[in-house]
């Protein structure tokens, strides 16, 4: 059981409890005094992405630096990718020899499609997935 909420409780105050992110879902921020403090999910993929989505903005911003967007790249999506309407989703993805992006579909615990994979597809909170075909942004690592 996850105690990182109660422990935060005890000497701090939790902010949020669980974000609309998938994956990264049970992510904890909160602050002890005036420090901010973040429970990261235990899961490989879910741990990388709230590091690299929502831990990395904030300690830019807490140094004061201006916001990072990273390397872009378009590529055409290689296969549909189902969505859950209501949360914004990460999908791991590489790209083929010939510029395609290739969804790595796998539960948040699998390493290997963090280690196999070139970027992330961003798939809107409002979005219900994604077609075949269709052109996509990739974050490349």
């Known amino acids: ?17 669980g974000v609309a992110l998938a994956p990264g879902k049970p992510t904890i921020i909160g602050k002890i005094g005036e420090t901010p403090v973040v429970g990261i999910p235990g899961h490989p993929a879910a741990t ?11 300690l830019r911003k807490l140094c004061g630096l201006e916001k990072e ?9 290689l ?3 189902a969505s859950e ?19 790595l579909f796998g539960k948040s615990g699998l390493l290997n499609t963090i280690v196999e994979s070139d970027g992330v597809v961003k798939i809107a909170a409002g979005c219900e997935g994604l077609e075949a075909g269709e052109v996509v942004e990739v974050f490349m690592w």
């Not at 990388?48 to 904030?58: A, E, G, Q």
């Open 48 to 58: 990388y992405m709230v590091l690299s989505v929502i831990v990395r903005h904030m």
């Open 85 to 103: 309407k209501g949360r914004e989703e990460y999908v791991r993805v590489r790209i083929t020899e010939d510029g395609l992006a290739e969804p």
């Open 1 to 17: 059981k996850d105690v990182t909420a109660q422990a935060i409780y005890g000497v701090g105050e939790v902010l949020v409890h």
């Open 79 to 81: 296969t549909n990718i």
């Open 69 to 77: 967007n990273g390397t872009l790249r378009s590529a055409k999506l």
